[in-house]
């Protein structure tokens, strides 16, 4: 059970913009940055947003990043067709019961 | 260019070990300035991180997996290597291995570099 809570789905039509939320606690996104990756079908995950909002080279600009306390968000500006994958936010969790890695439930996103 | 890639069995026994190595190509597992770690996918489910590695061998493990998992280095292959013993179906995922920045100071925590992932299955 992820302490990170994502929607499990968002959908929109090509050239919207889609928000996808993350949800965390004062151990892990209170306290740390927040990275997304994407995953699409059948691929391994690729690192989409480092920082809280920093963009690795080659990542598109529509893709955007931002934390606010506890929680934090990945807007998906202008979908395109090619957007259609899965993405997780994840964070450092300084918990008690030991430092660990967390990623969140997933969210799946449909380009209709 | 950084490449990785996980090498093992694709079935494994209940009650047995399973182990797999990643082969890291075009840089050096030595290196100071990175972490490595192994990150799994039961089919169809979410990414679940298993552990993290440096190479001098201090390492980092998800509190639910920490009695089960050994992560090693082995630096004159340029490889690491996972065991996960006595596994259960609920074991049964792609296991992926990745490079792993961790700046303590920044507080910045990402995997940038993943191989291409690995089904391990455990059945008998």
């Known amino acids: 059970q992820s302490v990170l809570t994502q929607p499990p789905s968002a959908s929109g039509t090509p050239g919207q913009r889609v928000t996808i939320s993350c949800s965390g606690s004062s151990s892990n996104i209170g306290s740390n940055t927040v990275t997304w990756y994407q995953q699409l079908p059948g691929t391994a995950p690729k690192l989409l947003i480092y920082n809280n909002n920093q963009r690795p080279s080659g990542v598109p600009d529509r893709f955007s990043g931002s934390k606010s306390g506890t929680s934090a968000s990945l807007a998906i500006g202008g979908l395109q067709s090619e957007d259609e994958a899965d993405y997780y936010c994840a964070t450092w969790d300084d918990s008690l019961n030991g430092p660990h890695y967390v990623f969140g439930t997933g969210t799946k996103v449909t380009v209709l | 260019q950084l490449q990785l890639q996980e090498s093992g069995p694709g079935l494994v026994k209940p009650s047995e070990t399973l182990s797999l190595t990643c082969t890291v190509s075009g840089g050096s597992i030595s290196s100071s300035n990175y972490y490595w770690g192994w990150v799994r996918q039961p089919p169809g489910k979410g990414l679940e991180w298993i552990g993290t590695?440096?190479?001098?061998?201090?390492?980092f493990y998800n509190p639910s997996l920490k009695s089960r998992v050994t992560i090693s280095v082995d630096t004159s292959k340029n490889q690491l290597s996972l065991k996960l013993s006595s596994v259960t179906a609920a074991d049964t995922a792609v296991y992926y291995c990745?490079?792993?920045?961790?700046?303590?100071?920044?507080?910045?925590?990402?995997?940038?570099?993943w191989g291409l992932g690995t089904l391990v299955t455990v059945s008998s």
């Open positions: 990745a490079r792993h920045t961790l700046q303590w100071l920044a507080s910045i925590y990402f995997f940038d570099y």
């Open positions: 590695i440096f190479y001098s061998g201090s390492t």
